[in-house]
């Protein structure tokens, strides 16, 4: 068996909506934004405790500081991505997706998304489900929404 090459992480979650022709905005945005900062602050609450064996204090955490995120709200499918483009000190190198506590051989990264699909996630697909159906009940101008064209989506399954 291979061994795993080092690499950046990244979770992706896209609200597509395919038939909707109104342009989402108020409490649906709100909440993917909110998705995201609580994402990232979950990152970094349980990006914690790593043994650094000798290395000095200005080459600490690296990886937790990290975590970051980007947000797509203005053309559909609307999206965000957390992700960890945390680069080796020594190296410049990618290494999060490699990370892992000592004695165990699971991987840090799928451990923190694995929780998000058992928690976060669920949570956050009800409050924009109730958003969305509060959204189209509102009476007003319907603003037309754009297709994004030119970014890629892609799909992460938490299983």
Known sequence: MA???????????????PNLVKRLDGAVLRIMQRARRDLVTDARKKWRGWEYKGRPVSKRNISINAWESTIQTTEHPYSFTVENHA???????????????????????DVLFASWG????????????RAILDEMGKPGAVKKRRVNKVSATTKLVLT
Do not use: C, F, W
Request: charged share 25%; no cysteine.
């Open 3 to 17: 061994s795993p090459v080092a690499m950046d992480v990244e979770a992706t979650v896209t609200l597509d909506v």
């Open 87 to 109: 680069r080796g000190v020594y190296t410049g190198k990618p290494y999060v997706n490699l990370v892992h506590r000592a004695g165990s051989s699971e991987y840090e990264a």
């Open 118 to 129: 058992e928690s976060q996630i669920p949570k956050l697909e009800a409050d924009l489900t």
